[in-house]
């Protein structure tokens, strides 16, 4: 293990109370409900056709799956009629699990990707250090700091991968993944 500096060490400390007050904003479920409830917003709001949820559901996306269920139960106790695409699934539904799509998805780890981007940036700003560093410099970068943090606090996120999560949301790459998550057509 490398030595640190006391002010590097000390910076770390600072960095480690960042990430227990943004912690439990970071999980996968805390990504899931947000994502939740923006997709029953513009599906609510009309800005999103119920066959587009409808079609991300069967696709496996478990998130689509659960608003439709949501919204169904809601319409059950209005008087309103349900629109057929939506009765349709609903029929489908009660009889057949919801369709996953296998393995991890982006939704588990968006949140906590961004939370550590911000800390990224946060530290690279509050020490004046390089977002991240040639890897046989010894000089601490905010990748390198943020990293060692987050290992500190039981979260085995290397600097390599803390370095592609920053370049990620620098360059775009983490939305552009989301998006695709998101049914709009």
């Known amino acids: 293990m490398k030595r640190q500096s006391f002010e590097e060490a000390e910076a770390i400390l600072e960095i480690c109370a960042w990430i227990d007050r943004v912690e439990h904003m970071m999980t996968s479920e805390a ?8 997709i029953r917003e513009i599906v609510v ?11 991300a559901a069967d696709r496996g996306l478990v ?34 699990a919801p369709a996953m799509s296998p393995g991890r998805s982006s939704v588990d780890t968006f949140q906590r990707d961004l939370g550590i981007a911000a800390i ?15 890897r046989s410099s010894k000089r601490p970068s905010a990748c390198s700091m943020v990293s060692a943090a987050l290992v500190n606090r ?25 998006s695709a998550l998101i049914p709009l057509q």
């Open 120 to 134: 990224v940036s946060l530290t690279s700003q509050r020490w004046n250090v390089p977002v991240n560093r040639n």
């Open 63 to 96: 998130d689509a799956d659960i608003i439709l269920r949501a919204i169904v139960a809601d319409m059950l106790d209005r008087p309103e009629a349900m629109p057929a695409e939506l009765r349709a699934w609903a029929r489908k539904a009660i009889v057949n």
């Open 45 to 55: 709001d009309g800005k999103v056709p119920i066959g587009a949820v409808v079609q």
């Open 31 to 38: 990504a899931h409900d947000i994502l939740r409830k923006k």
């Open 154 to 178: 039981k979260h085995n996120v290397g600097e390599a991968h803390v370095e592609r999560i920053a370049r990620s949301y620098a360059n775009g790459g983490i939305a552009k993944k989301l």
